[in-house]
T-cell receptor, first 116, second 115 residues
C-alpha cells in the first residue's frame, strides 16, 4: 500500500531563511510521481513542484526545489529565501503508477508559519 | 491556462436537503475529475474518481448513494450530497487532469455547512 508521511505538523521559520519540509513515502511501485501542494488559508490547492521517480535530477521551480532521495524514499521540499506569503499548509503527495488517471495520495500536511 | 472552477464556493443547507456542487474545467478538457473532502486541519481525502461518460469509482468507505457523482461532459462534473446531515459539513475540493499532463488542477473548493 502507498503511504505518505509528513512528520512535521507545524514549523515556524524566520523570514528570508530557507525552509525544508520533510516527506517520506512508501510504495512498491517502480514508477510513481511525487508532488508538493500549497494550501493557503483560503483553501485552494496550489501546485508547487513535481518529481518523477525516474527523473535523475532534483526538480526545481523558482524558489522551490525537491530534494529527492530515492533510496531513502524521501522527497523533501526546500523553499529558499522564505517570504511572509509562504505561510500556509503544505502537502506532499504521490501518484502511482505515472498515470494521470491514478489517484493522488496526500500526506497529513505541514503548517508553515513565516515570522517577520 | 488550466483553470478549474467550483460552484458554489459556500453553501449552507438544512439537514435532510440535497446539495449539488459543480466542478468545471474552464480552458481544457478533463477526461478524469477527482473529488476530495477535507475536514478542518486535516489532509485531503479522495472520495471518488469521475470519468466522463462512465460511473464514478468510489473509495472505500464512501457511500455512493449519498455522494452522487455525474461527469456528463469533458468539462463538468457534479457532486450531489443527498439528504445532507451535519456530519457532512466539510470542505469539498475537485481536481481535473488533462491529457499529457501529470498534474491535477484543483478547484477553489466548496465549504458546505449543514445545519
Amino acid at each position: 500500500a502507498q503511504k505518505i508521511t509528513q512528520t512535521q505538523p507545524g514549523m515556524f521559520v524566520q523570514e528570508k531563511e530557507a525552509v525544508t519540509l520533510d516527506c517520506t513515502y512508501d510504495t512498491s511501485d517502480q514508477s510513481y510521481g511525487l508532488f508538493w501542494y500549497k494550501q493557503p488559508s483560503s483553501g485552494e490547492m496550489i501546485f508547487l513542484i513535481y518529481q518523477g521517480s525516474y527523473d535523475e535530477q532534483n526538480a526545481t521551480e523558482g524558489r522551490y526545489s525537491l530534494n529527492f532521495q530515492k533510496a531513502r524514499k524521501s522527497a523533501n521540499l526546500v523553499i529558499s529565501a522564505s517570504q511572509l506569503g509562504d505561510s500556509a499548509m503544505y502537502f506532499c503527495a504521490m501518484s502511482a503508477p505515472l498515470n494521470r488517471d491514478d489517484k493522488i495520495i496526500f500526506g497529513k500536511g505541514t503548517r508553515l508559519h513565516i515570522l517577520p | 491556462g488550466a483553470v478549474v472552477s467550483q460552484h458554489p464556493s459556500r453553501v449552507i443547507c438544512k439537514s435532510g436537503t440535497s446539495v449539488k456542487i459543480e466542478c468545471r474545467s474552464l480552458d481544457f478538457q478533463a477526461t478524469t475529475m477527482f473529488w476530495y473532502r477535507q475536514f478542518p486541519k486535516q489532509s485531503l481525502m479522495l472520495m471518488a474518481t469521475s470519468n466522463e461518460g462512465s460511473k464514478a469509482t468510489y473509495e472505500q468507505g464512501v457511500e455512493k448513494d449519498k455522494f452522487l457523482i455525474n461527469h456528463a461532459s469533458l468539462t463538468l462534473s457534479t457532486l450531489t450530497v443527498t439528504s445532507a446531515h451535519p456530519e457532512d459539513s466539510s470542505f469539498y475540493i475537485c481536481s481535473a487532469a488533462r491529457d499529457s499532463s501529470y498534474e491535477q488542477y484543483f478547484g477553489p473548493g466548496t465549504r458546505l455547512t449543514v445545519t
